[in-house]
């Protein structure tokens, strides 16, 4: 995994609902030069985003919650930040497609979601 060199940091939305996930996943885009802010749930988010005024360029919705709770979230996102590109993780478990989402990548590999993160923030 290589890291991101720009003049600008890409600044990312995290919304997980896994304590661990949610840890992991923030250690993984901060090791690769990301600005990150995690929240854990849609409720936090949205909380979040009401009381920030921040921009992000990439909204990444984990995959350990019910698929309404995951379309919620993306299109709370597409909502709040419009100028975002959003990417669901997901999982053999998670329930299928989040549609309101740019794009759906496998959750398992985090070199593939890294790489969806890289391609969307460009």
Same mark, same amino acid.
């Given at each position: 995994m290589s890291r991101q060199t720009s003049t600008r940091q890409t600044r990312i939305l995290q919304i997980a609902y896994?304590?661990?996930? +949610?840890f992991t996943r923030h250690l993984i885009l901060i090791s690769?030069?990301?600005?990150v802010l995690s929240? +854990?749930?849609n409720d936090r988010a949205i909380g979040t985003a009401a009381?920030?005024?921040e921009e992000f360029d990439v909204i990444l919705i984990g995959h350990c919650t019910e698929i309404s709770e995951r379309?919620?979230?993306a299109r709370f996102a597409r909502e709040s930040f419009p100028q975002a590109r959003v990417v669901a993780l997901r999982s053999a478990t998670s329930g299928g497609e989040v549609y309101e989402a740019d794009l759906n990548t496998d959750s398992e590999n985090p070199d593939?979601?890294?790489y969806?993160?890289?391609s969307m923030a460009a």
């Open positions: 896994s304590p661990v996930l +949610l690769h030069g990301y600005s929240v +854990l749930g009381k920030r005024n379309r919620e979230a593939d979601w890294l969806v993160v890289r």
